[in-house]
């Protein structure tokens, strides 16, 4: 019987080496590299899953996003390439195709490919799903306020009259501040989207190796979590805010002549020195979340190991970029600093595939990786890299060869990564930065400047060293990489001439790789939105909802008596309306005694104190009635009659059925006014 026992224990490791391996990506958003519990050297997160799974796998303790904001983040991992090759520079929109892409390419090979959580695609209305890129299925929450995605949908069928912002109604989707969730925690995000990855691996039956993505929203705004894992954060655990030495972050303390968007009046502040109270509600409510993520990932491995495939399951952990938490005065993301670019990522291999690793578990590889790395890393553990086509620029490099070295001399793996991103919140935030996880070197696009940090020394980038005679060397040494770099990638003489870097006021969204296929149709526009690209006449049309941090497009209006004034132009002679003669919409200086500038929403110009964003409904133009006197609404030109991407606003009478959705408009915090299309009212930039 021993014998038996033994020969079938042998046969079962044999039957399970000959299968191919699952692929299990898993990742959260705005998840500092040191807020979690294996690679923190300060605080005290409560990440034990997490943890686990560095315990049983390798970290990479140098891991970075190359444009550490989400979209562009996630081309990365779509694409495999660098910032450059895929051609989004800053916080822009996710081509709805690739040439080449993760999960088309492993579904190719006959893997099953799933993505739970949020994906930030794009979400198609009309089909009532995101953009798939290849995925055999999606259930999407991306944390939008215009999608009507996955959870949207089963959060309103769950609690009708409430909408998903029911839970957080003092915050918003980029609040610097924190609360504890207002509704039981079994309707959060976080937790849908954990249910979500269980139910699968409890269901999936198939016979083919299945790719599933799980991509949690949170730590990302709004630092949110159940008030008894708030309660379980003191603030003893929190790691203490980092403050230069030299004074280089003081002007990111929101005090007057620092950059605009600073300072506790914001409620998306992206930089200032914040009262300590709410400063430390906020950090404990985001590592709060951090663990709320945690016990979910917990629960999504217990079942991956109930179904018997923990050990012939690639595991793969990361973030698309940091979050600031008050370090330098920084929140949010976007900055080329370790608090956002510096990212977890942690990868576990199966024991069908021990014979291929030459580490124990619980190593560590100090090798430079990035997000590009994610790709080529499933295609090789799939046994399938050799289907990347032999002309595209796969930049990542598979990690799996950093099991046998963790150096990555044996692989010739890279000795430094690129980093930049486009104009985000305000001039002075562009940058580009070249870091090989021991100096980092950073060039400020917008004046010419430049900062040096020796990492090893000084992890926490206290010391700008640029100006140091003692490191005028090191300084030259990068400085002539990223040169080298921009010829190579042939950004031309706007980016580096000779070879002097050259100052960029303005932004370049995207790269002349960037696929010519938007979601909305249209080319990326790189106009930004303000008072001097927009003028009195400015054509006013219906596009797709643009990402918060875009400046591409202007759709942030505020209410002024009845005017809605475009919040880029700001008050005074200089602001404008909306304008409507009946034949087309646009903006004009705004004039209180002009009706063509009137419009009200029918309920409320107003946000419910309870709710981020208004219910829908009609959008009133006072300035028009019909001939039998009815008020006059405004609508998006049909379909039939213009391309839908590109139309017009137009005025009928007002529908007395309370269900058309033809007339039914959502007013955001930020002041977006969006149809139920998902179109936004939107000024165009013009020369």
């Known amino acids: 019987p021993e014998v038996m026992l033994v020969l079938l224990a042998v046969l079962s490791t044999a039957a399970a080496a000959a299968q191919r391996p699952n692929l299990l990506f898993m ?15 300060r605080g005290h997160p409560h990440t034990p899953n997490l943890d686990r799974l560095a315990q049983q796998g390798m970290l990479f303790s140098n891991a970075y996003t190359a444009t550490p904001t989400c ?99 003092t915050l918003d989707m980029n609040s610097w501040r924190g609360a504890p969730y207002a509704l039981d925690e079994y309707y959060h995000p976080t937790a849908w989207t954990g249910r979500a990855a269980v139910d699968f691996l ?8 299945f790719f599933l993505k799980v991509s949690w929203h949170r730590p990302h705004s709004p630092y949110d979590p159940p008030q008894r894992l708030l309660d379980q954060v003191v603030a003893a655990d929190l790691p203490p805010i980092i403050y230069s030495q030299d004074g280089w972050d003081t002007r990111f303390r929101g005090e007057s002549g620092d950059p605009s968007g600073c300072g506790p009046q914001g409620a998306d502040a992206w930089c200032g020195k914040m009262p300590p109270a709410e400063a430390e509600l906020a ?29 012939n399951t690639y595991i793969l952990w990361t973030a698309d970029h940091g979050d600031g938490q008050g370090d330098h005065n920084h929140w949010r993301k976007g900055y080329p600093y370790e608090l956002s670019a510096h990212i977890p990522m942690l990868l576990r291999w199966p ?29 090789d553990a799939a046994g399938n890299l050799s289907v990347v086509p032999p002309h595209y620029h796969m930049d990542g490099k598979s990690l799996l060869c950093l099991l046998t070295d963790p150096s990555g001399q044996a692989c010739n793996w890279r000795q430094w990564v690129d980093l930049e991103h486009d104009i985000c919140y305000n001039t002075t935030n562009h940058w580009n930065a ?26 926490g980038e206290t010391l700008d060293l640029a100006t140091d005679p003692e490191y005028s060397d090191v300084l030259n040494l990068w400085r002539e990489r990223m040169v080298q770099q921009f010829k190579e990638e042939q950004r031309g003489d706007t980016w580096v001439k000779g070879d002097t870097l050259q ?46 941090e875009s400046p591409r497009q202007c759709q942030h209006f505020q209410h002024d008596g009845n005017l809605l004034r475009l919040a880029a132009t700001g008050a005074g002679p200089a602001a404008l309306c909306l304008h409507h003669d009946g034949t087309a919409m646009t903006v004009q200086p705004c004039n209180g005694a002009d009706p063509a500038q009137h419009f009200r929403l029918a309920a409320t110009p107003h946000l419910r104190p309870d709710e981020s964003r208004t219910a829908p409904q009609q959008l009133l133009h006072l300035g028009s009635s019909d001939s039998s006197s009815r008020a006059v609404c405004v609508v998006p030109e049909s379909a039939a009659g213009a391309s839908h991407a590109q139309a017009r606003a ?38």
């Open 27 to 41: 990742m959260a958003d705005q998840l500092r590299w040191d807020a979690i519990g294996a690679a923190a050297t």
């Open 71 to 169: 979209t562009p983040a996630r081309a990365a991992i779509l694409t495999g390439q660098k910032p450059w090759n895929h051609g989004m520079l800053g916080y822009g929109d996710i081509a709805t195709k690739y040439p080449f892409e993760m999960p088309r390419a492993l579904s190719s090979v006959g893997y099953k490919t799933f993505s739970i959580g949020k994906d930030h695609f794009g979400w198609n209305q009309t089909a009532h799903e995101g953009v798939p890129h290849g995925y055999s299925q999606t259930t999407i929450y991306d944390g939008i306020d215009e999608e009507h995605d996955n959870y949207y949908t089963w959060f309103t069928s769950e609690l009708p009259g409430k909408i998903p912002e029911s839970g957080w109604p």
């Open 202 to 209: 409890q269901k999936y039956n198939d016979p083919e190796p």
């Open 283 to 311: 950090r404990r409510a985001y590592y709060a979340n951090i663990a709320f993520v945690d016990e979910w990932v917990g629960h999504v491995l217990s079942n991956l190991t109930a179904r018997g495939w923990l050990e």
């Open 351 to 379: 024991e069908s595939a021990a014979d291929k690793v030459s580490v124990p578990r619980g190593s560590k590889s100090a090798a430079v990786t990035e997000l590009r790395d994610i790709f080529p890393t499933m295609l």
């Open 434 to 459: 070249l870091t090989d996880g021991k100096i980092k070197f950073v060039f400020k696009a917008w004046n010419a400047s430049f900062q040096l940090f020796n990492l090893t020394a000084d992890p």
């Open 503 to 548: 100052k960029r006021v303005q932004g370049q969204l995207y790269s002349p790789n960037y696929p010519k296929n938007t979601a909305d149709g249209l080319p990326p526009a790189s106009q930004p939105c303000t008072a001097t690209t927009v003028h009195a006449g400015s054509p006013v049309s219906l596009q797709r909802y643009q990402p918060e």
């Open 650 to 687: 137009l005025l009928q009478p007002c529908s007395s059925d309370a269900s058309d959705r033809s007339q039914q408009w959502v007013l955001s915090t930020r002041g977006r006014l969006c149809h139920s299309s998902t179109r936004c009212i939107t000024v165009q930039p013009t020369p």
